[in-house]
């Protein structure tokens, strides 16, 4: 009996029948395996999310998917019936045939890359490709089999982002040379201004001194009244001189060795004529009854005492004002101490901010620019120190002072760009 195109019966031989049906058996299951296999594959491939190729070795498309299609909006058939080169930007070309020609050396397994294919309309669209290359058996190649996926959005998000970050950039050299010529042409002023104020300060000094006990008693005050607040004005400008020339990148450090105790003599006379008619005690003690010595700027250090010193003053009404110098360390400690209305909680991060004061009618009363604490603090850093404050409200205020006993040159560097 004949089935199939096979003979069954009787009379056949056993070894005629024994293996045959088997084999064809087989042949069948393996024949159903790989149409499965088959169906599967192109059931993944047709309805994959991102776009599916496979390429002749010649880069022709063999067979496309649908999101391929949807992305550079030709049908199924117009794609088969041309090339990848056809359809990707002609300055993406040689990169990707470099590619190629590394898989087909065996240089590489695949490849993943950035570029732009031509949509139908001529729109760019921006793709990530992923390719392979598929051999036989005996590790001839077939063809590429291509993943495409869409990432236009993302890469105008990120040329958008590119354009707003050069424009940022050059906004930014923009600022920083108005800056610059802001705090030049404020150097400039400032010195422009402190020429004659000097002259104007010294004459009166010179009247009051002079011509004091022959003056009349309102005149004699008017004058003085006069030089005090040239004084102040001086100081205004003096601040605002510094903190310009430290915009401007012009302040440097200029170290030399001398004694600490020598410099806070000096400073000695300016902070009893900021206390004067004041209810206040100074007092200083040292770590050591002999000369401290230190490789700093000595200008510096002494604006910095200024300006802690008459600020305590300047915040007290009553108490004792104290300088300490301690060693702690390769540095020593300056600590200036008051006992006046003292600073809040809130407001101690802020005060060493350019221009800050604290909204008071104490702060208002007593005068000043605000920048007293900024430059203080420019300065201690520039010396390679820091400065620590803690203060209560209504209790007093400490500041506290680190500077190296020896300043280390690399400072100098950090301080034009302050
Ligand atoms: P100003 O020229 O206003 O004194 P500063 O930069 O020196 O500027 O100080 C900033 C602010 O910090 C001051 O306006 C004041 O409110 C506060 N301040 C500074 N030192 C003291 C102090 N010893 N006691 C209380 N408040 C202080």
Redesign the pocket.
């Known amino acids: 009996m004949a089935y199939n195109g096979i003979t069954v019966g009787s009379g056949s031989s056993s070894e005629d029948f024994s293996s045959k049906p088997c084999d064809i058996c087989q042949r069948g299951k393996i024949q159903e395996a790989l149409r499965e296999s088959e169906d599967r594959f192109r059931t993944a491939f047709e309805n994959a999310a991102i776009g599916m190729a496979i390429v002749s070795l010649e880069g022709r498309f063999l067979k496309v998917n649908q999101s391929l299609s949807d992305i550079v909006g030709y049908t199924e058939e117009e794609l088969l019936a041309t090339d990848f080169q056809s359809i990707t930007h002609y300055e993406d070309l040689s990169v990707d045939l470099e590619y190629i020609q590394k898989l087909l050396n065996s240089e590489i397994r695949f490849y993943h890359l950035e570029k732009r294919y031509l949509h139908k309309d001529g729109h760019v669209v921006w793709i990530l490709l992923s390719v392979s290359l598929v051999r036989d058996y005996e590790g001839n190649p077939l063809y590429f089999i291509a993943q495409i996926q869409d990432i236009t959005k993302r890469k105008l998000a990120e040329e958008e982002l590119k354009k707003k970050n050069e424009e940022l950039r050059a906004q930014k050299i923009k600022a920083i040379e108005a800056i610059r010529l802001k705090s030049q042409f404020l150097a400039n002023m400032s010195h422009e201004l402190r020429t004659p104020l000097n002259s104007i300060l010294g004459f009166t000094t010179r009247v009051i001194k002079k011509g004091g006990e022959l003056l009349p008693k309102v005149q004699l005050e008017n004058l003085i009244i006069v030089r005090e607040e040239g004084q102040h004005l001086l100081d205004l400008i003096n601040n605002l001189l510094d903190y310009s020339k430290m915009e401007a990148g012009k302040m440097q450090v200029h170290p030399e060795r001398f004694n600490l105790i020598k410099v806070v003599d000096e400073v000695n006379s300016i902070v009893h004529t900021l206390m004067d008619g004041k209810p206040l005690t100074y007092e200083r003690k040292y770590y050591t009854n002999e000369d401290i010595y230190i490789m700093s700027d000595r200008i510096k250090v002494k604006q910095i005492l200024i300006?802690l010193l008459s600020?305590?003053i300047?915040?007290s009404d009553k108490g004792t004002v104290s300088l300490f110098i301690d060693k702690v360390g390769d540095k020593y400690c300056i600590k200036v101490q008051?006992e006046?209305?003292?600073?809040a909680l809130e407001d101690l991060n802020s005060?060493f901010d350019e221009f800050?004061?604290?909204d008071?009618s104490y702060?208002r009363k007593?005068g000043?620019?605000?920048?007293?604490?900024?430059i203080t603090k420019r300065f201690v850093e520039m010396l390679g120190g820091s400065i620590e404050v803690i203060?209560a409200s209504g209790i007093g205020?400490c500041?506290t002072v680190y500077l190296p006993i020896e300043y280390k040159n690399i400072n100098n560097e950090d301080c034009s760009n302050i």
């Open positions: 300006n600020n305590a300047k915040y008051d006046g209305i003292g600073i005060i800050r004061q604290l008071g702060t007593a000043g620019t605000g920048l007293g604490l900024s203060s205020s500041f």
